[in-house]
């Protein structure tokens, strides 16, 4: 082990328990669970954390208690009666077999949902104010209901108990129905609910002591609670940390679990998971000052925290006991064991795209990793299996989709060549990574890079495949990987010298004026991205879309901070907008629903991001001349980083 990560492999007790280390995964929303249980999906997830070395590993975020707190959207727990308790057991044994602790977090969400008239029919808070992201008008809790409340919390720890849990956490943050209570934002009751501290306090203790009736003294309860809501008006870090106070002096929580801000509007909802625009570790200090007030309760914390040194760095500095590395051990389940073998070089590090965690569990969609597609699909993916026959493989193209072609063939045992026309790898996620805020977008491909040439895959730059120069290797199996070019529209004008793509003005290649109209109809971050880039060097910039709004397919835990950022650079958006001609420095646009045209005057760039096409000429050429050929990521069709790795994977597995 290495030495500078003693602390972080150092063991710590948790109320009765003892986690081996101080790395764990935090309690997040798989969007796996099968009619509101936890299935053979879920359990592969989980054990592959555990399999990785991990401490503790907590599922089911966000899982009901009460039918009133609706668990389909996400396809999330639902902890309402003992049919759930087998399924936990399952899943228990399947992560206690390899040395590790699993907890689960349990919840009511109050007005934090939209009622769907099947779970549900009305939401439940403490008074009668509509949150901004969901906006559904909630009814104020009655007394009886609140009762209620507290008997679900109960029976569904009680469950959990039975179910070989080793713990449960509290959801008291991210705006969830207990700290609906505590915030006088939200809570304007006039009984003993509502008004002093005590009061909004009263209905987090209730729970705490029917959940202790419940489960006793030596089950782990803790409580997760945000160090600051970062919200006018909301409660600061010095209430939260008088609130970690009385938890703590309760006697009835083991550890407290810290995150930064809320969830009730769309910019704290993206605060929440804070993705790669965010400074690692950007909440720690919150979380530390939670210690303070608290001290001798164990703090947990997870947020933007990738780094085993870095983990290793806080915990030694006493800022936080228990680090949650939650999207990097999506990223890399084996984290701890590479980190503890001193192998930080192969761990593929969290980049913070969100793109294939969080915002697809936004969608409902299950959580996998923007370039990691065996998380979440480890029934397919997680076991590698040897080639059978060792087989000469040439992979075209440098981009993401093929150097994981190449990098899995190589692992499999075959010996793998690839074929780069450019001076460097990349391709587009390098290019990507060229805006702002988007710098270790490009970590996806030094991980990529590193190790194929670990892995000793013949690696050539500046060379372009064409049928001859492939087939004289004598290929066993070709897999193209050519990618795609910028689509250009058949619109007038569009071939004026002053009309570039977005990969011209990332690259550097194009020279922009001080005017410019972005044209997107990518719909992702793409354009978005460069209009920022432009931004920043003190362009003005207007983005027509001809959607309801720009960038509408651009993750929810994405979109805020990027507006925040474009906005606070005084871009004009201008959905529902479509390109119809350019006329020398007029852009003649139109309203996609009543036609209606407009003229913007004084444009000196119009630059379009307009998709792309797939560049396959040399995969349809070699058809029928190799015994094995194949197409990955945008060769096959233009689509995200996610999809090509996945492609590529899928195919270097069949060879």
């Excluded at 790669?276 to 947990?300: D, E, H, N, R």
């Excluded at 992979?395 to 690839?418: D, F, P, S, T, W």
Aim: a neutral charge; one cysteine or more; charged letters at 20%.
């Amino acid at each position: 082990m290495d030495a500078e990560l003693r602390a972080l492999f150092s063991p710590i007790q948790v109320g009765r328990v003892t986690l081996k280390n101080r790395i764990y995964s935090s309690g997040h929303a798989e969007a796996m669970a099968e009619s509101g249980r936890p299935g053979a999906r879920l359990t592969r997830y989980h054990e592959a954390k555990a399999r990785g070395g991990c401490a503790l590993t907590i599922f089911g975020g966000s899982s009901s208690v009460h039918p009133s707190s609706p668990a389909a959207a996400w396809k999330q727990i639902a902890n309402h009666d003992d049919s759930i308790i087998p399924a936990y057991r399952a899943l228990a044994d399947a992560v206690h077999a390899h040395g590790c602790l699993v907890f689960t977090q349990l919840t009511h969400m109050g007005r934090r949902a939209q009622a769907d008239g099947e779970e549900t029919n009305v939401l439940l808070a403490p008074s009668q104010i509509p949150e901004r992201v969901h906006r559904d008008v909630p009814h104020e809790l009655e007394a009886e209901q609140i009762a209620e409340l507290v008997r679900a919390f109960g029976e569904a720890a009680q469950r959990c108990r039975e179910g070989g849990l080793d713990g449960i956490e509290l959801s008291m943050a991210h705006n969830h129905l207990i700290d609906q209570f505590w915030s006088p934002l939200f809570n304007q009751r006039l009984d003993e609910y509502g008004g002093s501290l005590d009061n909004r306090m009263r209905f987090a203790l209730e729970v705490l002591r029917e959940t202790r009736r419940r489960v006793g003294g030596d089950f782990v309860v803790g409580a997760r609670i945000s160090g600051d809501e970062f919200t006018r008006g909301g409660l600061t870090a010095a209430d939260m940390a008088e609130i970690a106070r009385r938890l703590a002096a309760s006697g009835l929580v083991d550890f407290l679990s810290t995150i930064g801000g809320g969830a009730h509007t769309y910019e704290l909802q993206a605060a929440a998971v804070p993705n790669m625009s965010y400074a690692t570790g950007v909440f720690v200090p919150l979380a530390a000052a939670i210690k303070q007030a608290a001290p001798g309760m164990p703090i947990f914390h997870a947020s933007r925290i990738v780094d085993p040194v870095h983990a290793d760095h806080i915990v030694a500095a006493g800022q936080i006991d228990v680090v949650g590395m939650t999207r990097a051990l999506i990223a890399d389940p084996e984290l701890p064991r590479k980190a503890r073998e001193g192998r930080l070089d192969d761990i593929r590090t969290c980049v913070g795209a969100n793109e294939g965690c969080i915002d697809r569990i936004y969608q409902g969609k299950p959580v996998s990793c923007v370039q990691n597609p065996a998380t979440g699909r480890e029934a397919e993916l997680a076991e590698v299996r040897a080639a059978a026959t060792i087989k000469k493989v040439v992979v075209i193209g440098g981009g993401v989709a093929g150097l994981e072609a190449a990098r899995m063939a190589a692992v499999r045992g075959h010996r793998v060549g690839l074929f780069e026309k450019t001076a460097q790898l990349g391709g587009q996620v390098l290019l990507a990574s060229r805006a702002p805020s988007r710098a270790e977008y490009a970590g996806i491909v030094r991980f990529l890079a590193a190790q194929v040439r670990k892995l000793a895959v013949d690696v050539r730059l500046a060379v372009e495949a064409t049928p001859s120069t492939v087939l004289a290797e004598r290929p066993d199996a070709v897999v193209v990987a050519t990618g795609s070019h910028p689509f250009v529209p058949a619109v007038p004008g569009i071939d004026g010298k002053h009309v570039v793509t977005d990969r011209d003005v990332l690259s550097g290649e194009a020279k922009v004026g001080g005017s410019v109209v972005v044209v997107d109809d990518v719909h992702t971050q793409q354009a978005l991205s460069t209009a920022e880039l432009l931004l920043e060097q003190g362009k003005r910039v207007e983005v027509i879309s001809p959607l309801f709004y720009v960038g509408q397919d651009i993750g929810v835990t994405s979109i805020a901070p990027l507006y925040k950022r474009l906005f606070t650079r005084g871009v004009v958006l201008t959905p529902g907008t479509e390109l119809r001609a350019v006329e020398g420095s007029a852009v003649i646009v139109a309203n996609v629903y009543s036609g209606a045209e407009r003229r913007i005057e004084g444009v000196d760039t119009v630059v379009l991001a307009a998709g792309s096409r797939s560049t396959d000429g040399l995969y349809r050429a070699l058809k029928g001349q190799v015994a094995e050929l194949y197409a990955v990521g945008d060769c096959v069709a233009p689509r995200g980083v996610h999809q090509a790795i996945l492609d590529a994977t899928r195919v270097a597995r069949a060879i």
